[in-house]
């Protein structure tokens, strides 16, 4: 045959192909997957490209691929703490009356401002002054 094909060519399509029937004996498992949808072109070609592997290596498996349009994890996983809660660091009181104050401490803020403003100076009792906001509260009637 003179029809610019090499015989060897001709030979292998000329042939008949065998197919095998597959006898599926496991019912394939279902995967569920759900991603963050990215577009109309993205989504396709990764459920194209995830089928194909899908098929190749596990084939007892079918792919059930979803998107959906919200994020699925956050970028900050952990919960927010109150300002009260934060420990090593600055913080700064300012009276009504314009003084200020600026603090340190390793221990929980809540804690540090309970110290300046103590539940005795609440009740109008005296007792040892032990921080520089607290005495001005004293000293000042605030």
Not at 52 to 79: I, M
Not at 112 to 134: C, D, F, I, M, Q
Request: aromatic share 10%; proline share 4%.
């Amino acid at each position: 045959m003179e029809n610019g094909f090499p015989p060897r060519f001709i030979e292998k399509n000329l042939k008949p192909k065998k197919t095998s029937e597959q006898v599926q004996s496991v019912p394939k498992k279902m995967l569920l997957l759900n991603l963050e949808f990215k577009g109309d072109i993205e989504a396709e070609i990764l459920r194209r490209r995830l089928s194909k592997s899908l098929r190749k290596t596990y084939f007892t498996a079918s792919l059930r691929l979803t998107f959906s349009c919200k994020k699925l994890f956050s970028q900050n996983a952990k919960d927010k703490l109150s300002h009260w809660a934060t420990s090593t660091c600055i913080y700064q009181f300012t009276c009504s009356c314009g003084a200020e104050y600026v603090g340190r401490t390793m221990r929980r803020l809540e804690k540090r401002a309970r110290e300046h403003y103590p539940a005795w100076l609440v009740k109008g009792e005296r007792k040892r002054v032990n921080s520089s906001v607290t005495e001005h509260l004293v000293n000042s009637g605030h």
